[in-house]
């Protein structure tokens, strides 16, 4: 699900199994984040202090759905 060998319908937003994948794939990510952001990787270091998400976040719900995953951790967050 990954790599530059992905035919241009992946990207098709009409394609909705591929913007299933697409979601599920950023939602792991993101959830990779959190625990890391919440020190989750087993580290005593007291976690991190600024993470970067890059992932496709082009739509007002996808950005205010993270928005609410992100709520609990007490982050300030930006979209550029």
């Known amino acids: 699900m990954f790599g530059s060998h992905l035919p241009a ?3 098709d937003p009409s394609n909705k199994a ?3 994948q697409r979601h599920e794939a950023c939602d792991t ?3 990779d984040l959190i625990d890391f952001m919440n020190n989750k990787d087993g580290k005593e270091d007291g976690g991190v202090k600024l993470a970067i998400y890059d992932a ?4 007002r719900e996808r950005r205010q759905f993270i928005l ?3 709520s609990g951790i007490g982050t300030k967050k930006i979209f550029i």
């Open 56 to 59: 496709t976040n082009s739509t």
């Open 29 to 31: 990510a993101l959830q």
């Open 18 to 20: 591929c913007v299933r």
């Open 9 to 11: 319908s992946f990207y």
């Open 68 to 70: 609410k995953r992100l």
